[in-house]
């Protein structure tokens, strides 16, 4: 990741070096303001590079505002994206100002939800104009769920995670089961678990999940197998847990430990309206993963 002084993954030269040469590069910006949930803040990052390659911007990703993550992108991963520069301050642009707003207000602001998209100070940035001419873009919002190539975590997180959760390397079925925001019938899950011969090979199943009274309902109708978790989610009565859980730090580890267990899997059971799922789904599919690791999970 590339820009601010304490960040030590710089971009590479030649990127810098064009960067100099290129006045038209140095005067185009696009701002990306995180908004939702983990994965779904990852795809709206996915569109702002996209929008940053097409129009040569640069690209600085502010996340540290938005409430349901409180951090930089780079404390987690690293963004291996050769063709932009990419930024996490806003040094190079602190006496410019967009659409009336100056800077500092867009550096301090968060984003708000609407029915109409994200609001910034009553500006909607879910609907940033392609191809414009205007020096700064601000964008905020969710793309298509899936693949995001050039992420990786950060060795430390790697490490941190299979340290403490290394003892369980057997075999089990991973379900994900998403129901706060987003609704999901148990009933489907269960009934996928009996209707198949998993039985046969594996006897334990690992619960991800939102929904705080899940774990009980999958060990009571699955008495059979083992049912186990990792986390315990907070009973925020049915509201998701990213805009909830006051401890963002906790609430991202957490999530990304859920998606290791996943990944390790033997049998993977999805929420299929879930970003998160479908993120699993792909790395799987095309066994390139966050955490650098081979998977032989089969999604069921």
């Known amino acids: 990741?590339?820009?601010?002084?304490?960040?030590?993954?710089?971009?590479?030269?030649?990127?810098?070096?064009?960067?100099?040469?290129?006045?038209?590069?140095?005067?185009?910006?696009?701002?990306?303001?995180?908004?939702?949930?983990?994965?779904?803040?990852?795809?709206?990052?996915?569109?702002?590079?996209?929008?940053?390659?097409?129009?040569?911007?640069?690209?600085?990703?502010?996340?540290?505002?938005?409430?349901?993550?409180?951090?930089?992108?780079?404390?987690?991963?690293?963004?291996?994206?050769?063709?932009?520069?990419?930024?996490?301050?806003?040094?190079?642009?602190?006496?410019?100002?967009?659409?009336?707003?100056?800077?500092?207000?867009?550096?301090?602001?968060?984003?708000?939800?609407?029915?109409?998209?994200?609001?910034?100070?009553?500006?909607?940035?879910?609907?940033?104009?392609?191809?414009?001419?205007?020096?700064?873009l601000i964008y905020a919002g969710v793309g298509q769920p899936g693949r995001f190539p050039n992420l990786k975590l950060k060795d430390a997180i790697i490490s941190d995670i299979i340290h403490k959760y290394k003892g369980h390397d057997i075999n089990y079925i991973a379900i994900h089961y998403r129901n706060t925001d987003i609704k999901n019938n148990i009933d489907n899950f269960i009934n996928k678990i009996l209707s198949s011969n998993c039985g046969d090979k594996v006897n334990s199943i690992f619960i991800a999940t939102d929904d705080f009274n899940a774990f009980d309902i999958f060990k009571t109708r699955l008495p059979e197998y083992n049912v186990f978790r990792i986390l315990c989610p907070m009973n925020f009565n049915g509201q998701n847990l990213h805009y909830h859980v006051k401890d963002k730090k906790e609430l991202v580890m957490n999530t990304l430990y859920d998606i290791y267990m996943i990944l390790n899997s033997k049998y993977f059971i999805p929420s299929m309206n879930s970003g998160l799922s479908t993120w699993c789904i792909d790395m799987i599919k095309k066994n390139d993963n966050i955490f650098n690791i081979k998977t032989h999970c089969e999604i069921m």
């Not at 960067?19 to 939702?36: F, P, R």
């Not at 996340?63 to 409180?70: A, E, M, V, Y």
Request: net charge positive.
């Open 1 to 136: 990741m590339a820009g601010t002084k304490h960040n030590q993954t710089i971009a590479l030269p030649h990127l810098l070096k064009s960067l100099k040469e290129n006045e038209t590069l140095t005067s185009k910006y696009i701002i990306y303001k995180g908004s939702g949930g983990l994965v779904h803040m990852l795809t709206g990052l996915q569109c702002a590079i996209k929008i940053a390659i097409n129009e040569n911007r640069i690209l600085i990703i502010d996340t540290l505002k938005h409430s349901c993550f409180r951090a930089n992108i780079s404390d987690y991963f690293i963004l291996k994206e050769k063709q932009i520069i990419i930024q996490e301050n806003y040094n190079d642009i602190i006496n410019d100002e967009y659409k009336g707003l100056k800077i500092e207000i867009i550096k301090n602001g968060g984003t708000r939800c609407t029915k109409g998209g994200y609001i910034l100070h009553d500006l909607n940035i879910s609907k940033t104009p392609l191809n414009s001419e205007e020096k700064i």
